[in-house]
């Protein structure tokens, strides 16, 4: 397989415009003639699907949910970055930039994140006009604040619902151009298929969720927008319909599969109940601008928290990381947390927690500034764990929350597939193996607001494409073929529902493939997989019919792709021989036990080829060339 | 509280698809935590009917944290059950006793048609936001985000508009089945900012004609949408909402 990254040469600063020159255009009258599907409506295909229609493309639209306006982006919390230095506090684009490649431990491509902070001040300009809220100081201009891996205030919010307001600003953009009949909307779809015709992709095979009836729709490119594998490990604080079934079929239709293993555990969630819990809930990074993290020094000192005087206590991370303190990256923090708790030291009934403490904001600014701050995630917090968090401080935990790997793409947001695109959550393109607070926000928005709408226009204007219906064989033998899976799903009436089978994925992937990793663990863990994958197609119980609205078949058929992709996850970490970000091999760190990066044999992106079924896919290497910064072992001390 | 485990009888709506009709069925939910959400009780039993090869009770939900909006049926005669200010997914089992017995519906109101069991068909509130629910805006014309000055107070203003989550159950606990806070919380975001202002008369004018011809009733000042909204969005919302219908009548230009 080739990997051509199509990076263009040249000086990183003029890059983009440089080659948003060079790329051929289609002209507005012709725009019309092409259609283009979008799978996804959260903040990457919402906004990609409202800027290609406003441009003159016809776009069909499609999601999970039975509206837009539902996709997981809504959940977003702390806020989206952006260069405008409103603060004054000396910050730029190349500062973005250089946070954002050095916090994904140098392991993204430098044209891509460049690209990315360069967009980002267009981004917030652009929301503003469609309406978000962004919240304000007192003189009406815009408030911002302070991230994890950045010592600069370059964060805009809106409460603590900063997805949810990005996300209607989509939706609004996007119900525009569905009132005035430039997209064309399916809701309560699942993609099942991507077809090819002569090695491009040019449509779909979805599951009209209501009906259960497999429906084909044709276009003249495709562009996935599905959001992240998170729910792999079953607990996540990604939405129940999260899933990697678009993108794994896209694997199986030519589309490499990048980084994988690179998963970003959270260090701030609430912690783990009882067996029966379906999700995990974030508390935003933006609670460390105020809340402190801390354990008792001593292990096993049960003693509520207030009873712990101030020098009996622990605040390990402004301890260890001065000069970031609270807001060091999250794969930095979620280590911490693990390492205070593997030594004993954590609280709360099960030891696996640590205490995020806002009694001195509370102290400092009044309990009235912190509501209007956090009032929501305060409020979901007591709920949750009916405690009020005014009073007694958080006990958090680290748990998944984000997956930097994705679906392979070049610089025009293109997968080794032609025609076949793929932005936002979906892609691995700019967070290399850590990402950054508030930076996917940014990246769905650049990716399908102010790239794609370009770059897919130099795609259709240099290809001869044929007219294809949907009649063609290639949507015959996708249709098939998958009406086979899911007969086969409904017909095996066994004795393990989903969800169980599920709950034990998520163990072993957590187990084998989660806060640290090595090589006899993942090996283990690759095993276990299997084995369950086999016991699933003999032991499942899809209960209903195929034609009808059945919840239970739709997680069946997601997680018959889960325990495919969770071997390949932990086959990309058991590859991966050194630690960078989130990928925490234990063979491979420092003597401060921080991750040890091996950039003589890893400074790549590995981007596995699916060899068929049964077969070990193939991992191809794209080699990452840095121009403008200089490797070093990130340092947050 | 301390956890403890509870025994429910549960009386939920079932109805298959493409039928119009439906009936109560009675199950147990056994030893449930009350540290559970209502959905994971849910879930719990779900698991149960399968494993005895009855198929499980059909319900919506996503984000299980109370922000998309998806979930929502009617508990206890209450959308969202009893609590106040709270998604069905965020109600806790902590709020139900032992033995008690808990009725489940679907939300319920002639524009939301029941898909199947407790999964109903919200379709026309997209319809109406379609209708004029946006600022039309070009990516990549916007001025500088800082060029429009919005006071402090103007903003939370509209923000306590804009974070209704689409729900319905504004709509499901009104008698007269209106959609008015779920409008009025739009109008007011939009038409409360600067940059909302241009298109404020076509939209009032637009979004409350869809709205009608959505089915919805008409607001006769019950303010069971205000009680039963997850969001605590208030119907000052709708008083801006007719105050913008109003002018935007009186000004024919829009019209
Ligand atoms: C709790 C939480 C808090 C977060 N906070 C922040 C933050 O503060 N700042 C920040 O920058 N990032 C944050 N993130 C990350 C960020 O929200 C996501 O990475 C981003 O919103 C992803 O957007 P997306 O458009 O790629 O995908 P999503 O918003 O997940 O949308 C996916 C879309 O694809 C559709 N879809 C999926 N599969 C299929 C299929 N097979 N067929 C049809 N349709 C399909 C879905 O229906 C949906 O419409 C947070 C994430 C979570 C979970
Ligand atoms: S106004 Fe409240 S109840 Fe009505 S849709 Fe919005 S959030 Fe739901
Ligand atoms: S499931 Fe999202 S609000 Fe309840």
């Given at each position: 397989?080739q990997l051509n990254s199509n990076v263009p040469s040249g000086p990183l600063e003029g890059k983009w415009d440089r080659y948003k020159f060079d790329l051929k255009k289609v002209n507005p009258a012709n725009k019309r003639k092409f259609e283009v599907i979008v799978v996804g409506t959260g903040l990457a295909g919402g906004s990609a699907a409202a800027t290609m229609a406003d441009l003159g493309y016809h776009v069909k639209n499609f999601c999970i949910q039975d509206t837009p306006r539902r996709a997981h982006s809504i959940a977003a919390?702390?806020?989206?970055?952006?260069?405008?230095?409103?603060?004054?506090?000396?910050?730029?684009?190349?500062?973005?930039?250089?946070?954002?490649?050095?916090?994904?431990?140098?392991?993204?491509?430098?044209?891509?994140?460049?690209?990315?902070?360069?967009?980002?001040?267009?981004?917030?300009?652009?929301?503003?006009?469609?309406?978000?809220?962004?919240?304000?100081?007192?003189?009406?201009?815009?408030?911002?604040?302070?991230?994890?891996?950045?010592?600069?205030?370059?964060?805009?919010?809106?409460?603590?619902?900063?997805?949810?307001?990005?996300?209607?600003?989509?939706?609004?953009?996007?119900?525009?151009?569905?009132?005035?009949?430039?997209?064309?909307?399916?809701?309560?779809?699942?993609?099942?298929?991507?077809?090819?015709?002569?090695?491009?992709?040019?449509?779909?095979?979805?599951?009209?969720?209501?009906?259960?009836?497999?429906?084909?729709?044709?276009?003249?490119?495709?562009?996935?927008?599905?959001?992240?594998?998170?729910?792999?490990?079953?607990?996540?604080?990604?939405?129940?319909?999260?899933?990697?079934?678009?993108?794994?079929?896209?694997?199986?239709?030519?589309?490499?599969?990048?980084?994988?293993?690179?998963?970003?555990?959270?260090?701030?969630?609430?912690?783990?109940?009882?067996?029966?819990?379906?999700?995990?809930?974030?508390?935003?990074?933006?609670?460390?601008?105020?809340?402190?993290?801390?354990?008792?020094?001593?292990?096993?000192?049960?003693?509520?928290?207030?009873?712990?005087?101030?020098?009996?206590?622990?605040?390990?991370?402004?301890?260890?990381?001065?000069?970031?303190?609270?807001?060091?990256?999250?794969?930095?923090?979620?280590?911490?947390?693990?390492?205070?708790?593997?030594?004993?030291?954590?609280?709360?009934?099960?030891?696996?927690?640590?205490?995020?403490?806002?009694?001195?904001?509370?102290?400092?600014?009044?309990?009235?500034?912190?509501?209007?701050?956090?009032?929501?995630?305060?409020?979901?917090?007591?709920?949750?764990?009916?405690?009020?968090?005014?009073?007694?401080?958080?006990?958090?935990?680290?748990?998944?929350?984000?997956?930097?790997?994705?679906?392979?793409?070049?610089?025009?947001?293109?997968?080794?597939?032609?025609?076949?695109?793929?932005?936002?959550?979906?892609?691995?393109?700019?967070?290399?193996?850590?990402?950054?607070?508030?930076?996917?926000?940014?990246?769905?928005?650049?990716?399908?607001?102010?790239?794609?709408?370009?770059?897919?226009?130099?795609?259709?204007?240099?290809?001869?494409?044929?007219?294809?219906?949907?009649?063609?064989?290639?949507?015959?033998?996708?249709?098939?073929?998958?009406?086979?899976?899911?007969?086969?799903?409904?017909?095996?009436?066994?004795?393990?529902?989903?969800?169980?089978?599920?709950?034990?994925?998520?163990?072993?992937?957590?187990?084998?493939?989660?806060?640290?990793?090595?090589?006899?663990?993942?090996?283990?863990?690759?095993?276990?997989?299997?084995?369950?994958?086999?016991?699933?197609?003999?032991?499942?119980?899809?209960?209903?019919?195929?034609?009808?609205?059945?919840?239970?078949?739709?997680?069946?058929?997601?997680?018959?792709?889960?325990?495919?992709?969770?071997?390949?996850?932990?086959?990309?970490?058991?590859?991966?021989?050194?630690?960078?970000?989130?990928?925490?091999?234990?063979?491979?760190?420092?003597?401060?036990?921080?991750?040890?990066?091996?950039?003589?044999?890893?400074?790549?992106?590995?981007?596995?080829?699916?060899?068929?079924?049964?077969?070990?896919?193939?991992?191809?290497?794209?080699?990452?060339?840095?121009?403008?910064?200089?490797?070093?072992?990130?340092?947050?001390k | 509280m301390e956890e403890k485990f509870i025994n429910l009888t549960l009386k939920v709506w079932r109805q298959k698809l493409g039928e119009k009709k439906g009936k109560i069925e009675t199950y147990q939910a056994k030893n449930i935590s009350t540290d559970a959400s209502f959905l994971e009780m849910l879930d719990i039993v779900n698991d149960d009917l399968t494993i005895k090869g009855i198929e499980p009770i059909a319900f919506d939900h996503d984000c299980r944290e109370g922000i998309c909006g998806m979930c929502g049926q009617v508990?206890?005669?209450?959308?969202?059950?009893?609590?106040?200010?709270?998604?069905?997914?965020?109600?806790?089992?902590?709020?139900?006793?032992?033995?008690?017995?808990?009725?489940?519906?679907?939300?319920?109101?002639?524009?939301?048609?029941?898909?199947?069991?407790?999964?109903?068909?919200?379709?026309?509130?997209?319809?109406?936001?379609?209708?004029?629910?946006?600022?039309?805006?070009?990516?990549?014309?916007?001025?500088?985000?800082?060029?429009?000055?919005?006071?402090?107070?103007?903003?939370?203003?509209?923000?306590?508009?804009?974070?209704?989550?689409?729900?319905?159950?504004?709509?499901?606990?009104?008698?007269?089945?209106?959609?008015?806070?779920?409008?009025?919380?739009?109008?007011?975001?939009?038409?409360?900012?600067?940059?909302?202002?241009?298109?404020?008369?076509?939209?009032?004018?637009?979004?409350?004609?869809?709205?009608?011809?959505?089915?919805?009733?008409?607001?006769?000042?019950?303010?069971?949408?205000?009680?039963?909204?997850?969001?605590?969005?208030?119907?000052?919302?709708?008083?801006?909402?007719?105050?913008?219908?109003?002018?935007?009548?009186?000004?024919?230009?829009?019209?």
């Amino acid at each position: 397989m080739q990997l051509n990254s199509n990076v263009p040469s040249g000086p990183l600063e003029g890059k983009w415009d440089r080659y948003k020159f060079d790329l051929k255009k289609v002209n507005p009258a012709n725009k019309r003639k092409f259609e283009v599907i979008v799978v996804g409506t959260g903040l990457a295909g919402g906004s990609a699907a409202a800027t290609m229609a406003d441009l003159g493309y016809h776009v069909k639209n499609f999601c999970i949910q039975d509206t837009p306006r539902r996709a997981h982006s809504i959940a977003a919390q702390g806020g989206i970055n952006a260069a405008k230095n409103y603060p004054g506090d000396g910050d730029s684009v190349y500062n973005l930039f250089y946070d954002t490649i050095k916090g994904g431990d140098y392991r993204a491509r430098e044209a891509n994140v460049y690209r990315l902070a360069q967009n980002a001040n267009a981004i917030i300009d652009h929301c503003v006009a469609t309406g978000v809220p962004f919240a304000r100081e007192y003189g009406g201009l815009h408030a911002n604040r302070s991230f994890g891996g950045a010592q600069v205030s370059r964060t805009f919010y809106a409460r603590g619902q900063t997805g949810q307001q990005l996300l209607l600003g989509v939706y609004g953009q996007l119900s525009r151009q569905i009132g005035l009949g430039g997209v064309e909307m399916y809701a309560r779809r699942d993609i099942l298929d991507i077809v090819i015709v002569d090695g491009c992709a040019r449509g779909v095979i979805c599951r009209n969720l209501v009906t259960g009836e497999i429906e084909r729709h044709s276009a003249h490119a495709v562009v996935l927008a599905t959001g992240g594998y998170d729910n792999v490990y079953f607990l996540s604080t990604s939405g129940m319909h999260s899933n990697v079934s678009a993108c794994w079929a896209a694997y199986k239709k030519g589309a490499a599969f990048a980084n994988p293993c690179y998963t970003q555990i959270h260090p701030t969630c609430i912690t783990v109940h009882g067996d029966y819990q379906s999700k995990l809930t974030l508390m935003s990074e933006s609670l460390r601008n105020d809340g402190r993290i801390w354990v008792p020094k001593k292990a096993g000192d049960n003693r509520s928290p207030e009873q712990i005087p101030e020098n009996e206590r622990d605040y390990y991370l402004e301890r260890k990381y001065p000069s970031f303190g609270n807001l060091v990256p999250r794969d930095v923090a979620s280590r911490n947390a693990k390492m205070a708790c593997d030594e004993g030291r954590g609280v709360g009934n099960t030891g696996l927690a640590v205490y995020l403490d806002f009694t001195e904001a509370i102290q400092r600014d009044g309990e009235d500034v912190i509501r209007a701050k956090y009032g929501n995630l305060f409020q979901m917090y007591d709920k949750i764990q009916d405690e009020d968090p005014y009073k007694v401080p958080m006990k958090i935990y680290p748990a998944i929350h984000y997956v930097m790997g994705g679906t392979w793409v070049d610089y025009n947001l293109m997968t080794t597939r032609n025609g076949l695109f793929c932005l936002g959550g979906a892609n691995f393109s700019d967070h290399g193996a850590n990402r950054l607070g508030a930076s996917a926000l940014m990246q769905g928005l650049s990716d399908g607001y102010f790239v794609l709408p370009y770059t897919i226009g130099g795609y259709l204007a240099t290809q001869s494409l044929t007219d294809v219906d949907t009649s063609h064989q290639a949507f015959k033998d996708s249709e098939t073929q998958l009406n086979e899976k899911l007969n086969k799903l409904m017909n095996i009436n066994g004795k393990r529902t989903v969800d169980d089978i599920h709950k034990e994925l998520g163990h072993y992937m957590w187990e084998y493939c989660g806060m640290a990793r090595n090589d006899a663990g993942l090996k283990e863990g690759i095993q276990k997989i299997s084995a369950l994958r086999e016991e699933f197609w003999q032991n499942v119980n899809v209960t209903g019919s195929s034609k009808d609205f059945n919840q239970t078949l739709e997680k069946g058929y997601r997680l018959a792709d889960y325990l495919e992709f969770g071997e390949l996850l932990a086959r990309d970490a058991l590859t991966r021989e050194e630690s960078c970000g989130g990928h925490f091999r234990e063979e491979s760190q420092t003597e401060e036990n921080e991750a040890k990066r091996d950039d003589e044999n890893f400074c790549h992106v590995a981007a596995w080829e699916y060899a068929g079924e049964g077969k070990t896919p193939i991992l191809n290497k794209e080699p990452l060339v840095f121009e403008s910064v200089k490797l070093t072992q990130r340092s947050y001390k | 509280m301390e956890e403890k485990f509870i025994n429910l009888t549960l009386k939920v709506w079932r109805q298959k698809l493409g039928e119009k009709k439906g009936k109560i069925e009675t199950y147990q939910a056994k030893n449930i935590s009350t540290d559970a959400s209502f959905l994971e009780m849910l879930d719990i039993v779900n698991d149960d009917l399968t494993i005895k090869g009855i198929e499980p009770i059909a319900f919506d939900h996503d984000c299980r944290e109370g922000i998309c909006g998806m979930c929502g049926q009617v508990v206890n005669g209450y959308a969202h059950g009893e609590e106040k200010g709270t998604t069905l997914c965020q109600l806790h089992m902590r709020r139900f006793k032992d033995g008690d017995t808990v009725f489940v519906e679907p939300f319920r109101a002639k524009a939301f048609k029941v898909v199947k069991d407790l999964v109903v068909d919200r379709s026309a509130f997209d319809k109406i936001i379609q209708a004029g629910g946006y600022i039309t805006a070009k990516a990549g014309g916007a001025p500088d985000a800082n060029n429009l000055p919005v006071t402090y107070e103007t903003c939370e203003l509209a923000m306590n508009g804009a974070e209704c989550i689409g729900c319905g159950a504004c709509v499901a606990a009104c008698p007269n089945a209106s959609a008015m806070l779920f409008v009025g919380a739009k109008i007011s975001h939009l038409a409360l900012l600067p940059q909302g202002r241009p298109e404020a008369a076509k939209r009032a004018l637009a979004m409350v004609r869809t709205m009608d011809s959505c089915g919805f009733g008409n607001c006769s000042n019950e303010r069971e949408c205000e009680a039963s909204c997850p969001k605590n969005i208030e119907i000052t919302n709708i008083a801006r909402l007719n105050r913008e219908f109003l002018s935007a009548g009186v000004c024919s230009t829009a019209m």
